[in-house]
């Protein structure tokens, strides 16, 4: 029976299972040899992460020609207007590339949100707003370096779906077996 772990990565994880200096790993998490992970998630970024022993279902979801849609929720700097949103809608032009349109949206605080340690850096005179989007690749660092291309950089991300699984009521650290 193919197992799928939903994994509520914390901030400042490693998305690996081999030992990493004094950084956190997979492996303070997880010690089953057979899981195997199913698409990074930067040691900056949060969220959904999805293992399994299935190297199909790892292939299916981590390979971008089957466009496994990934839903972020990210803190930008400043206010989207909407020709940035549009711009996203679109594709934005990066260095390798022009990338899939993505499903954006401005949203409001996620209430279910837990807090980061360390928060994010808090300027009085910057407000910060939420973009929920979702993309069907898997770029480096990619919602980060688009919201950066229309000039909105970002100050937290947090990925919350990824194909049918979603992160749910999961607090960092906190894992389920499917």
């Not at 400042?12 to 990074?40: C, I, K, M, N, W």
């Not at 279902?57 to 981590?62: A, E, G, N, R």
């Not at 990824?162 to 894992?175: C, N």
């Amino acid at each position: 029976m193919t197992r799928v772990v939903l994994f509520n990565k914390p901030f400042q994880v490693l998305s690996q299972f081999r030992e990493a200096g004094d950084r956190q790993t997979l492996s303070d998490y997880f010690s089953d040899p057979a899981l195997r992970v199913a698409g990074r998630l930067d040691y900056d970024s949060e969220g959904l992460m999805l293992l399994s022993d299935d190297g199909s279902l790892v292939q299916k979801i981590s390979n971008p020609r089957f466009k496994t849609e990934k839903t972020y929720w990210a803190q930008v700097e400043g206010e989207p207007n909407p020709g940035a949103l549009a711009q996203l809608r679109r594709g934005v032009t990066l260095k390798d590339g022009l990338t899939r349109p993505a499903k954006a949206r401005l949203i409001e605080e996620p209430v279910s949100l837990w807090c980061r340690e360390p928060p994010i850096r808090y300027r009085a005179n910057i407000p910060t707003s939420w973009l929920e989007l979702t993309i069907s690749e898997g770029r480096n660092r990619q919602v980060r370096r688009m919201t950066a291309a229309v000039n909105f950089p970002t100050l937290r991300l947090i990925r919350v779906r990824v194909g049918e699984w979603s992160l749910s009521e999961l607090k960092p650290g906190e894992w389920i077996e499917t």
